[in-house]
């Protein structure tokens, strides 16, 4: 879940971070100049790509995600654990890099990070009375010298560059600025719709962003066929909003279309409606449907609330959200009435809640640093429900996750890549080749001007629609890693054929990701 998480979230800034060069460059404008954004790039693509796992953990981890909703499976078992004591149990991860290789294994009292790409993990679980179990986890990833406010001013590049962009400096951004991401990512993704629209002093922003696993067959089949499985059938949707009722964000997702919506100034999100002279507050309050396939069912929640607090100190970036009010459950009808007490345990007391940020911590290294605390009610049904679960997980494992690995690691590294030769300022001729997916696709970048029938004001809008990024061929520039590619016969058009295969995006269990 983790990793899947973290990789569709970077794929729509990629996309926008296409056409600001700007965005990049504070990640090197620190004390550690241009060797902390390189830190910061190759900790994620090496934590977040293929892992060696020691014989122990790897037969610990799949345990432990049978068990993520019947916490007793594993409560007693020693060869899980690093400590045991009363009725608290923990598991002590350490992670760390060897070139290109990572290896992730269980270390009781394991250190925190010191050098970039360095993790440590600390799973506890505590028994609160009979049947009742509390996971928390806090995880630290070490990426180097980048600080907390290098990564807020690249955001913030990142949106400023959406704003004031024309018709042809949009199709130049995109040629220009991260070619090799988005080639990579356009083996998975359709970047379908961008709508730019300059309103009250702002730009409204819709990006449409659609996972196609058609585009992966040849090269990571095991993962097309999860995504077809899994991720075809998610619905999903949520919206941010504040005190008052206004609106920050929107994302909906249906038939493997994912669509955001934000509005921006002055680099700043602002309300999607009204004025245009507010900043985002530190509270808002999200509200979230979700459902997807199990079986013949369908199973999901409506209604769920989420009261996220932002963290925005000098030395510490990030958000934590609460989850307290127990939501709609969409459950078959015959098991509903046998959760009333197992489903609303997760949100009595304190409830449960995740946090993500990035720390700089005191004489070393930064970090970025997830936590989570989740409750849990065992019953016979809830154990039913982590089956389904398994089900995916089981799935995953069976070839799909080195392939989901693999790719994981490419798209991070090719935008690590793109970010250092901006950095470096080097001159690079980029020439279109063939587009990699098949002949149905558009093989350019189609922007247009359109006026749209129900905008009452009729302002311009500059559009991206049903556009494929094409593949680059790049000459020149740092860490150049664009290998060589074969064309298949019986390909349509020729289209170029790669050898890495793909990535994860479905979330699977929390402990799935390690």
Same mark, same amino acid.
Request: with cysteine; hydrophobic share 40%.
């Given at each position: 879940?983790?990793?899947?998480?973290?990789?569709?979230?970077?794929?729509?800034?990629?996309?926008?971070?296409?056409?600001?060069?700007?965005?990049?460059?504070?990640?090197?404008?620190?004390?550690?100049?241009?060797?902390?954004?390189?830190?910061?790039?190759?900790?994620?693509?090496?934590?977040?790509?293929?892992?060696?796992?020691?014989?122990?953990?790897?037969?610990?981890?799949?345990?432990?995600?049978?068990?993520?909703?019947?916490?007793?499976?594993?409560?007693?078992?020693?060869?899980?654990?690093?400590?045991?004591?009363?009725?608290?149990?923990?598991?002590?991860?350490?992670?760390?890099?060897?070139?290109?290789?990572?290896? &992730?294994?269980?270390?009781?009292?394991?250190?925190?990070?010191?050098?970039?790409?360095?993790?440590?993990?600390?799973?506890?679980?505590?028994?609160?009375?009979?049947?009742?179990?509390?996971?928390?986890?806090?995880?630290?990833?070490?990426?180097?010298?980048?600080?907390?406010?290098?990564?807020?001013?690249?955001?913030?590049?990142?949106?400023?560059?959406?704003?004031?962009?024309?018709?042809?400096?949009?199709?130049?951004?995109?040629?220009?600025?991260?070619?090799?991401?988005?080639?990579?990512?356009?083996?998975?993704?359709?970047?379908?719709?961008?709508?730019?629209?300059?309103?009250?002093?702002?730009?409204?922003?819709?990006?449409?962003?659609?996972?196609?696993?058609?585009?992966?067959?040849?090269?990571?089949?095991?993962?097309?066929?999860?995504?077809?499985?899994?991720?075809?059938?998610?619905?999903?949707?949520?919206?941010?909003?504040?005190?008052?009722?206004?609106? +920050?964000?929107?994302?909906?997702?249906?038939?493997?279309? +994912?669509?955001?919506?934000?509005?921006?100034?002055?680099?700043?999100?602002?309300?999607?409606?009204?004025?245009?002279?507010?900043?985002?507050?530190? @509270?808002?309050?999200?509200?979230?449907?979700?459902?997807?396939?199990?079986?013949?069912?369908?199973?999901?929640?409506?209604?769920?609330?989420?009261?996220?607090?932002?963290?925005?100190?000098?030395?510490?970036?990030?958000?934590?959200?609460?989850?307290?009010? @127990?939501?709609? +459950?969409?459950?078959?009808?015959?098991?509903?009435?046998?959760?009333?007490?197992?489903?609303?345990?997760?949100?009595?007391?304190?409830?449960?809640?995740?946090?993500?940020?990035?720390?700089?911590?005191?004489?070393?290294?930064?970090?970025?640093?997830?936590?989570?605390?989740?409750?849990?009610?065992?019953?016979?049904?809830?154990?039913?429900?982590?089956?389904?679960?398994?089900?995916?997980?089981?799935?995953?494992?069976?070839?799909?996750?080195?392939?989901?690995?693999?790719?994981?690691?490419?798209? &991070?590294?090719?935008?690590?890549?793109?970010?250092?030769?901006?950095?470096?300022?080097?001159?690079?001729?980029?020439?279109?080749?063939?587009?990699?997916?098949?002949?149905?696709?558009?093989?350019?970048?189609?922007?247009?001007?359109?006026?749209?029938?129900?905008?009452?004001?009729?302002?311009?809008?500059?559009?991206?629609?049903?556009?494929?990024?094409?593949?680059?061929?790049?000459?020149?520039?740092?860490?150049?890693?664009?290998?060589?590619?074969?064309?298949?016969?019986?390909?349509?058009?020729?289209?170029?054929?790669?050898?890495?295969?793909?990535?994860?995006?479905?979330?699977?269990?929390?402990?799935?990701?390690?």
């Amino acid at each position: 879940m983790r990793r899947s998480r973290g990789l569709l979230s970077l794929v729509p800034l990629v996309f926008l971070l296409q056409g600001c060069p700007e965005a990049a460059r504070p990640l090197g404008s620190g004390p550690g100049g241009k060797a902390a954004a390189d830190d910061l790039a190759v900790a994620i693509a090496t934590r977040f790509g293929p892992i060696e796992r020691g014989p122990a953990f790897d037969a610990a981890r799949s345990r432990l995600a049978r068990a993520a909703l019947a916490p007793s499976r594993v409560f007693d078992e020693r060869e899980v654990w690093t400590a045991r004591e009363a009725d608290v149990r923990q598991l002590d991860l350490f992670g760390h890099r060897d070139g290109e290789k990572y290896s &992730l294994d269980m270390r009781p009292s394991a250190p925190p990070p010191r050098d970039a790409g360095d993790y440590r993990g600390l799973l506890r679980l505590n028994r609160v009375e009979k049947g009742r179990f509390e996971w928390t986890m806090r995880e630290e990833l070490a990426v180097g010298a980048v600080r907390p406010s290098d990564v807020a001013d690249a955001v913030t590049g990142l949106l400023r560059s959406a704003e004031g962009v024309s018709e042809e400096e949009a199709r130049a951004h995109a040629v220009q600025a991260f070619p090799r991401a988005a080639e990579v990512l356009s083996r998975l993704f359709r970047l379908e719709t961008l709508e730019l629209t300059a309103e009250g002093g702002a730009t409204a922003i819709r990006l449409g962003l659609r996972l196609e696993p058609d585009g992966m067959e040849e090269t990571a089949p095991h993962y097309a066929a999860f995504l077809k499985k899994w991720a075809a059938p998610m619905r999903m949707s949520a919206v941010a909003t504040d005190a008052t009722g206004a609106s +920050w964000w929107s994302v909906q997702a249906a038939d493997m279309l +994912w669509t955001v919506r934000l509005r921006v100034r002055d680099g700043s999100l602002v309300p999607l409606e009204g004025r245009a002279d507010r900043r985002v507050p530190d @509270e808002l309050t999200v509200a979230a449907d979700y459902s997807m396939k199990a079986g013949p069912f369908t199973i999901g929640v409506r209604d769920l609330v989420v009261d996220v607090t932002l963290t925005r100190a000098p030395g510490e970036k990030g958000y934590v959200a609460h989850y307290r009010q @127990e939501p709609d +459950w969409r459950l078959p009808f015959l098991i509903k009435p046998f959760l009333r007490g197992s489903l609303r345990y997760p949100f009595e007391g304190p409830g449960s809640s995740a946090g993500y940020s990035v720390r700089e911590s005191t004489g070393g290294p930064t970090e970025f640093v997830r936590e989570f605390r989740f409750r849990v009610r065992e019953s016979w049904i809830i154990r039913w429900l982590g089956g389904r679960g398994n089900e995916a997980m089981s799935d995953f494992r069976k070839g799909a996750e080195i392939e989901a690995d693999r790719y994981n690691q490419e798209c &991070l590294y090719a935008l690590r890549d793109d970010v250092m030769a901006l950095l470096d300022h080097t001159p690079r001729t980029v020439s279109t080749v063939r587009p990699f997916r098949r002949s149905k696709h558009t093989v350019a970048p189609s922007l247009s001007r359109s006026h749209v029938p129900d905008d009452r004001s009729r302002r311009a809008r500059a559009s991206f629609r049903g556009t494929v990024w094409p593949s680059w061929r790049i000459e020149g520039g740092a860490g150049d890693r664009v290998g060589s590619r074969t064309v298949k016969s019986g390909q349509a058009n020729g289209a170029s054929r790669a050898t890495a295969p793909s990535s994860r995006v479905t979330a699977v269990s929390s402990f799935a990701a390690w």
